[in-house]
């Protein structure tokens, strides 16, 4: 049979490299074992395979059955892909055999035809991948665009999948797209959109593969007549049986029909029923090779076997598939076990050559082997085997890959065949629940979403947790949690219980990548935490939590407020342990860093450090955290002018690093590279030259090396190169200098091909400091004044609308003043005239009409908890959210909750809709706490607040600032109020 796949290998690094050594002051970085395979895909013409094997009929991959159907699905993948980004990712899910790997491969052969060269990923735990060493930059595609198809992708380990997506040999043709495709849709995809986009600012979307439009009827003939046809008989001319579910179910009945009618047989149509049918045909092929002149020796009972272990393990390289198989007593021998290996292969060629057991395909039908197999089911006809019964927990428990892959599998079969939780799955995680866990995030989440596990089971497998969980566990993490949290729910009316639980919750949840309803959930804890009888402790733990999810999404004055007050819990007796007193307080002093208060932060960060210093004395765990913690203190005394201090903590960050670095897989290059640059800058504010180009070059040549592998790291090799063309200029080292600050502005227009959202600013800086450069070198006018052009032009998109007229007057400043220096007087004058004519800024679209019932929707959310009211506002416009706001009747403690969960620029823009509008005057809930969320606003924000606001609302507004806060002295309540109205030009308490 001819294979699909052209051995084409291309081995990667992933995200982090094993550090071997420093030598003075260089880094030797040793890139790891590729985390995946790529083949080119195929689409030359299959051979029809032999026999009736069922399995390689139905197998998508030999494309026995034509493809039909879909149009409406390939026109939105089409679209997809042609579209503008440079990255553009798409995961296509939907249930078993609804036909996702047939789309996916069609799509592909289509672009593939418009000149995309179409590829497949396969984690390296399907593949034999071999350690190599990859040579920087050897890139898979020049100039055509490029799209990766990569199946199974919930059963990635998130890094590796994070691994594959920035892997930098996909990123050097025109354009890369990549089609994810998984049968859940849950916090495995959650948590990888959200570090796509913390990390490029890609947004990833999702597409739900729907039951397809064209009927079973025509599915079902078109199969029918394609069997037919693979098998060399006559098309029965049978009427069409009534068959309902998808594709695969429909494709498994035809090719029922077809062989049922070739052996004078009733062809079943109950799906269970259908599948056994189907696999005896399998048993009976196994049969006939061992029987015919005995082209296989192993028995079929002992093939069954192997293809169980094969369906739940997947392929495996030939030595570890050898033990696996002694393991669960298939064989004796190793002589029985290479023996059955090449039997199974003569039965099932591997499409890797260097593997063996290679699966039944499609999985619904290798499922529902695995089933069948499984004593306990009532199926006629389909005998199952003993042995099964207790293979299971022993290959569960043979190593971490086994029940990685099995596990998954074995929760999607047990949805259709429940003896397989009842007997199988339960009792083992029942006696053995951290074997859940050893299988990763994968299994996890399936179980999670399991129905007929037990609440005992969930229990036993989330104390089984480590209290420092890997990233790649926290999606399966946050699963198990949820589900527990939804079945106590009902269970308890303990508000401390429900607390806890909240807390628990909503900080796994920001660890998974839903950090917003993390974040409201947490609000909600600190809210239970403050009502009786709650101690103090569950109101330190919950505002601590609060305090780090606000951080991570860099709330900087929710995490003070929050923090700051769990601290004060402190000394009330309420001391967490040290290693959350020292995280705690690193936490607090960046966010009041964050907010122009240096001097708290400062000492609070002093705080910090001493206390993690306390720690590494008795635990090396903590150094890490040390580090980072001391870089953030010396870039803070640095900006403060405190130099010399700033170099002393950048000393000792170096030291602690160089302590760790012969420890393999310490994985500290990027912080290697921060303190390095951190210490170039300080230097060069030192004047200290030498020291100063030396540090920095060594941060380059780190940041370049990591980046030759994952492009993540594009935007601090532009950082530590802006940072070289600066030092390089303050020594005239002009040709270097603009080297450097050439292949910075080369880094930033290839991230802006992939996010203009989030990198423009960074490409708009860099040209304003080349043209720096000009000014000061007399060298590249021409090349200059391009730049500045170019700034103007870019100046005009909207998201520059709060800095463009700055950013236009800049540019044509530095402009003039490059054409004096060139000698062009009159062309300076010119471009001096246009600076006081700065572009007008485009107007504010207008608002949609509210295409909702805005009371009906009013009504519906009051009724709801306040972070299921905020997600429900969040998916509305501004306008119509601000809307639906004002018709609201709400308590004012649900309502500070849920408004509070909104990011400040989803908060600004309804602020914005709601002073806009006089209806807010009619809702004195509402119009009171708007007044008190302006009132404490910045005053140049709070001005611009009043602005946008009719003179009605802003008089409301203005007469409730001029009155003192809580505690506040009456005058300066008056001077906040004069430098408003000074401001602002009038008073609307007289309009």
């Not at 593949?127 to 990569?150: I, M, R, W, Y």
């Not at 892959?405 to 339960?426: D, G, I, K, N």
């Not at 690193?586 to 860093?593: E, G, P, Q």
């Not at 708290?600 to 580090?627: M, P």
Request: hydrophobic fraction near 45%.
């Amino acid at each position: 049979m001819r294979r699909e796949v052209a051995p084409q290998q291309i081995n990667t690094a992933g995200e982090a490299a094993t550090l071997l050594a420093v030598q003075n002051g260089d880094l030797h970085i040793h890139q790891r074992i590729g985390t995946h395979f790529i083949d080119e895909l195929s689409f030359g013409a299959v051979a029809v395979p032999d026999g009736e094997m069922p399995s390689r009929l139905l197998n998508a991959g030999n494309r026995v059955v034509d493809f039909t159907g879909r149009t409406r699905e390939l026109a939105d993948l089409a679209a997809w892909l042609e579209g503008g980004a440079a990255m553009a990712v798409r995961l296509l899910h939907g249930g078993a055999g609804q036909g996702k790997t047939r789309l996916a491969h069609r799509f592909a052969e289509l672009a593939h035809g418009a000149g995309w060269i179409t590829v497949r990923a396969r984690h390296s735990r399907d593949a034999v991948v071999q350690p190599v060493e990859v040579a920087a930059g050897t890139a898979l595609v020049a100039q055509k665009p490029l799209l990766v198809l990569v199946d199974y992708a919930e059963r990635w380990p998130l890094s590796d999948l994070l691994a594959l997506l920035l892997d930098r040999r996909l990123h050097t043709g025109r354009a890369l797209r990549v089609l994810l495709l998984a049968r859940p849709l849950g916090n495995w995809w959650d948590l990888l959109t959200y570090r796509l986009s913390d990390t490029l600012g890609v947004h990833a979307d999702s597409l739900e593969l729907a039951p397809a439009q064209v009927g079973a009827a025509e599915v079902f003939e078109v199969a029918r007549r394609c069997f037919a046809r693979a098998l060399d008989v006559a098309v029965p001319g049978h009427p069409v049986p009534a068959v309902e579910g998808s594709f695969l179910t429909v494709h498994m009945a035809a090719l029922a029909h077809v062989l049922a009618v070739r052996h004078g047989e009733e062809p079943p149509t109950d799906p269970a029923q259908l599948s056994a049918y189907l696999l005896s045909r399998e048993r009976h092929h196994w049969q006939s090779m061992y029987d015919n002149d005995r082209r296989v020796e192993s028995p079929p009972p002992v093939m069954g076997r192997a293809v169980y272990v094969a369906a739940l393990i997947r392929s495996l390289d030939y030595a570890s598939a050898l033990p696996v198989l002694r393991a669960l007593a298939v064989v004796d021998g190793v002589g029985d076990a290479g023996r059955l290996l090449e039997d199974h292969a003569m039965c099932y060629p591997p499409l890797d050559p260097d593997t063996v057991l290679e699966p039944l395909y499609p999985d619904r039908l290798a499922e529902d082997f695995v089933a069948l197999q499984t004593p306990g089911h009532d199926i006629g006809g389909f005998r199952p085997d003993p042995w099964a019964k207790g293979a299971l927990g022993e290959l569960l428990a043979h190593d971490a890959r086994s029940a990685a892959t099995a596990l998954p599998m074995l929760v999607e079969a047990a949805r259709r065949w429940p003896h397989l939780a009842t007997s199988q799955l339960v009792p083992v995680l029942r006696e053995r629940p951290e074997l859940a866990v050893r299988a990763g995030s994968a299994a996890l989440s399936a179980i999670a979403g399991a129905p007929a596990m037990p609440l005992d089971v969930l229990a036993a497998i989330e104390s089984a947790f480590p209290p420092e969980p890997p990233a790649d566990l926290h999606a399966g993490i946050a699963a198990i949690t949820e589900r527990l949290a939804r079945e106590l729910a009902g269970h308890t009316d303990d508000p401390v219980r429900a607390g806890a639980l909240a807390v628990k919750l909503g900080w796994r949840l920001c660890e998974s990548g839903r950090v917003r309803d993390g974040i409201n959930l947490l609000h909600e804890a600190v809210g239970l935490a403050r009502r009786p009888p709650a101690r103090v402790a569950q109101r330190e733990l919950a505002l601590r939590s609060l305090g780090r999810a606000c951080t991570r999404v860099k709330d900087w004055a929710g995490a003070a407020d929050a923090l700051g007050e769990a601290v004060e819990l402190w000394d009330d007796g309420c001391t967490p342990a040290a290693e959350d007193i020292a995280g705690c307080l690193a936490d607090l002093s960046l966010a009041l860093w964050n907010q122009g208060r240096g001097t708290s932060s400062l000492s609070i960060r002093h705080r910090a450090i001493a206390q993690l210093r306390r720690l590494v004395a008795v635990d090396g765990r903590h150094r890490l955290t040390l580090i980072r913690v001391l870089v953030q203190q010396a870039e803070q005394l640095r900006r403060g002018d405190r130099r010399p201090d700033a170099l002393e903590a950048l000393t000792e960050a170096l030291d602690l690093l160089q302590a760790v670095a012969g420890n393999a897989g310490a994985g500290l290059e990027r912080d290697f590279a921060a303190t390095l640059l951190g210490r170039a800058m300080t230097e060069h504010s030192l004047r200290h030259d030498q020291e100063a180009a030396f540090a920095v070059a060594s941060a380059v040549a780190v940041y370049r090396r990591l980046a030759a592998v994952n492009v993540c790291y594009d935007k601090e090799l532009a950082q530590a190169l802006q940072t070289e063309a600066q030092i390089l200029a303050d020594q005239m080292r002009w040709r270097e200098a603009f080297a450097a600050q050439a292949e910075t502005i080369a880094i930033h227009r290839r991230l802006i091909r992939i996010s203009a959202e989030r990198h423009e600013r960074d490409l708009v800086q860099a040209l304003i400091k080349f043209a720096r450069f000009s000014l000061r070198s007399g060298m590249h006018t021409q090349d200059a004044l391009a730049a500045l052009d170019e700034v103007i032009e870019r100046a005009r998109a909207s998201r520059f609308d709060s800095v463009r007229d700055r950013l236009i007057l800049t540019a044509r400043t530095l402009g003039a003043e490059i054409l004096d220096v060139a000698g062009s007087q009159t062309e300076a004058n010119a471009m001096r005239g246009q600076r006081r004519r700065p572009d007008p800024a485009p107007p504010r679209p207008p608002s949609p009409q509210a295409s909702i019932d805005v009371a009906q929707t009013a009504r519906s959310l009051i009724s709801k908890p306040p972070y299921t009211a905020r997600f429900r506002l969040e998916k509305l416009s501004p306008d119509e959210a601000a809307a639906v706001i004002v018709a609201m009747r709400p308590q004012l403690d649900w309502f500070e909750l849920m408004f509070s969960g909104f990011y400040p620029d989803q908060r600004l823009a309804i602020v914005r809709c709601l002073v806009e509008d006089n209806k807010l005057l009619d809702n004195t809930v509402v119009v009171g706490y708007m007044a008190r969320l302006i009132r404490d606003a910045e005053v140049g924000n709070l001005v611009r607040i009043l602005r946008w606001a009719t003179p009605e609302v802003a008089a409301v507004v203005v007469d409730f600032i001029s009155r003192p806060k809580t505690y506040e002295p009456v005058y300066r309540a008056e001077i906040r109020t004069r430098e408003v109205l000074r401001r602002l030009g009038y008073d609307p308490r007289r309009v």
